[in-house]
């Protein structure tokens, strides 16, 4: 008895391992061969994968696993591929239930899809945060009607929800942890940023604009009702990216970005600031993109809660050196920071408001003038009517 | 001993077996596609030959694109009495029914060539009614016939390579989506070789060595040919065609260009490698990196003049992990070669 039990072992694991390079091949094929609005079902299990699994051309599919913590795919002896699933050239294309680890790059990236929802998703690297993991957790780029609910990402080196490029969006419902960034939108227009957890990264929500890429222009952004707290992690990024330059201890930054809406969150305990608009000068990285715009503009901060603990920012990188030599606010850390850098040609239209906000403390640094003229006072920026205007247009 | 989780997945894995065999079985139709590469008549004899029939033409490209140390053997078969338009920048006009047909082998010493060699995949680019598509086959071990597959593999691969050394490594066949990979503009599925600047050169055929353009021409393959004026891209591993910078940039283009360009799939970064860039940041100089998350080695730019390791573009060469190697696939292996042109063109940056 003993010995059959043994050879049933032997047998066992001998097919496990075959029937685990059919899974690469099934499920491949299975992407390959989907009909037009048609389901994939994933069964529930974890699932070693050696390649990328992609799905290109196709409308109105539904890849459905058997939920977050039940169908997992994990890519850790991944040998080619440059993430987990890439979802190409689409329209209509959901992603449900399942989640996607350690791949070697991003987790799972969809380019050029019409209509992308990702419910009940996590992207995670096992092993927490860690400069080796991939950049990106769930990375929609170039894609419209953009739906993010219920999902995590954890331990991307760069973003763990990133939209890039894109129009029409939603991120809602989700958590973003020990990420170098929570939740990044990036040269993206009308996002919606709503009803997240976004804790312990090195900084919770960014707003970016960039340079030199095909989609020029983001903003129209709502970011609200979130809960951005503890956003403390030290910062991981391998160096020349942009998030490298976050500061530990960061809530929400809206770099370059115009008109962009932050109001109802709970911003707390995040060490060096809570939100922060800054201009893309203060990156200190060269610009040479003629048509870019580097001004943050039409910024509404209203309505948020914030909380710090006494204690000083961070001291590391560059911008901790900054808060350490230059704006020496030693435990009184602002809550809400403008770089103070503006455009004199665009000086009254690209406003600054900010308004009614819980225990909301502020600085202009005037990084401008070498941070000479520092001034804590939020009253320049308090444009009430304008608030209430936007409140009752529902903008 | 077994536990009941054990044997629940081990259910759960012959289900999932049995339903992915179901799916594979319900592919949709494509015209004309054969589930064998020896149903087509490309090839005379012996298949593994690759003796060409009538109307199967061989091809050369000044600048190849490198894919894990493969050789390939290229073929280009257009339907009867129909030609190519030449274009001077882009992709020749192709008539439907025009079916690009290219192999991928290891040489057993690339030494020396008559000790044999083990092709691998075909990878076929057929010009149907509703535009390009790809059909990849996979050889058998016997070669004796390659078999329609769209799942893609990973292949065990051994051989000694040109300096004599016995190489055992990976070889990633790719997934049929994956073809998209490079083979894309905007949502359409292109060719990337069949453009003026890659095929204009010789070609010994088995009537003569002649220059490719003008062949094709003389046998009614092409119209269009100007007399005079034809751009031709460097050979980059030929010292002797161009300067390093050239041959660099023949090199890029060829390897990055069908992605990194305004409107390939690597356009979201910002960097743009094929022959037409002419913009100094687009072309990497003094760029810094958009989403490149750790692919950027903790450096700052793609390219920093006079400075191969400190640009981005030397160190993404230079790796084959997946998550930071480019080109994304075919680059199980290093191509060494490849790097130390592009170091050298960038070294000599001012």
Known sequence: MKRL????????????????????????????????????????????????????GKKGIVIRGKGMDRTILNFASQVTGAEGIKITNGADITIEGLTVQDTKGDGIKTQLVDGITFRNVKAEWTRGANEKNGGYGLYPVQCSRVIIDSCAARGASDAGIYVGQSKNIIVKNSKATENVAGIEIENSMYAEVFDNEVTNNTGGILIFDLPDLVVKKGGYTKVY?????????????????????????????????????????????NITTGTAIVSYYITEKPIADSTYYPYPGNIYIYDNVYERERKRATMKGRMGKMYRFKLKFGKDVPHI????????KQAAANRICIRNNKDASFANIDAANKFKNISRDMKPYDCGKDVADRKVAGE | MISMKTISTIFALVIFVILGVAFTAKQPSVSGKKEKLSEYGFFTGNLAELNPAEDVVPYQLNSSL??????????????????AQYNRDSVFGMPVGTILIKNFYYPADFRNPSKGRKILETRLLVHEQDGWNALPYIWNDEQTEAFYDVAGDVRKISYIDAGGKKVSTSYAIPNKNQCRGCHSNRDQLIPIGIAARHLNREYTFADGTKNQLEYWQQKGMLTGLPSSGLPANSKWDEAGSGSVESRARAYLDINCGHCHQPNGAANTSGLMLDMHTSNPTAL???????????????????????????????????????????PEIGREQIHKEGVELVRQWIKGMK
């Not at chain 1, 899974?23 to 061969?33: A, C, G, M, V």
């Not at chain 1, 989907?34 to 799905?55: D, K, M, R, Y």
């Not at chain 1, 920071?337 to 004199?344: A, C, H, L, N, V």
């Not at chain 2, 692919?295 to 160190?315: A, C, Q, R, T």
């Open chain 1, 225 to 269: 009702r979130n809960h951005v707290h503890h956003n403390n992690h030290v910062n991981f990024a391998p160096k020349g990216n942009i998030v490298g330059k976050v500061p530990q201890g960061t809530g929400i930054i809206v770099l370059a970005t115009n008109n962009v809406d932050i109001f109802q969150n709970r911003i707390i305990n």
């Open chain 1, 5 to 56: 039990l043994s050879t049933i072992c032997v047998l066992a694991l001998a097919f496990n391992a075959s029937a685990q390079k059919d899974i690469q091949r099934s499920l491949q094929t299975k992407f390959i061969d989907a009909e037009h609005n048609s389901v994939i079902e994933l069964p529930e299990g974890t699932f070693q994968l050696t390649a990328s699994l992609s799905l290109d």
């Open chain 1, 337 to 344: 920071i403008f770089d103070g850098i503006i455009d004199e």
């Open chain 2, 66 to 83: 490198f894919s894990n140390y493969a050789e390939k053997a290229r073929f280009i078969k257009l339907p009867a009495g129909l030609t």
């Open chain 2, 284 to 326: 990497g100089i003094m760029k810094t990196p958009v989403a490149a998350g750790r692919g950027s080695g903790n450096l700052d730019y793609d390219i920093y003049p006079g400075h191969p390791d400190k640009s981005i573009l030397v160190f993404r060469m230079n790796t084959t992990d997946p998550g930071i190697a480019m």
